[in-house]
């Protein structure tokens, strides 16, 4: 990644803590991610779609990994680390581990609308 790459995603993340992203949360069963580590369903963990993600040629690298989100929805909140990149997701869609689905909603609904933003 350039230089002026790193420092406009620098930038925009910067930015983007107040701004709000709308779209669909989902549940997955986590393992290894794009950012490089193993994590399981009981971790707080969120997988962004790619337009919030990036698209380093290496994942791992992603400015986004090990941020944090705020999730919202029906009144509550919850917060997940980014360890992951959602290849299906559109944008402002996200991906998350049953635990942190299951803190917002129940998990047989499947996929419910949320706004979301960088903590």
């Not at 350039?2 to 925009?12: A, D, E, G, I, N």
């Not at 794009?34 to 997988?47: F, R």
């Not at 929805?73 to 996200?94: E, F, L, Q, R």
């Amino acid at each position: 990644m350039s230089p002026l790459t790193k420092t406009l995603l620098t930038l925009f993340l910067g930015a983007s803590s107040s701004l709000a992203f709308s779209g669909d949360m989902t549940y997955y069963t986590p393992g290894l991610g794009a950012c490089g580590g193993t994590n399981n369903e009981n971790d707080h963990i969120v997988a962004l779609a790619p337009a919030q993600y990036g698209n380093d040629a290496n994942p791992n690298n992603a400015a986004v990994c090990g941020k944090n989100i705020n999730i919202h929805y029906n009144g509550k909140t919850a917060s997940a680390k980014v360890v992951d990149k959602c290849p299906g997701c559109a944008s402002g869609s996200i991906d998350v581990a049953p635990s942190v689905f299951t803190e917002l909603a129940n998990e047989s609904q499947g996929r419910v609308q949320v706004t979301w933003e960088f903590a």
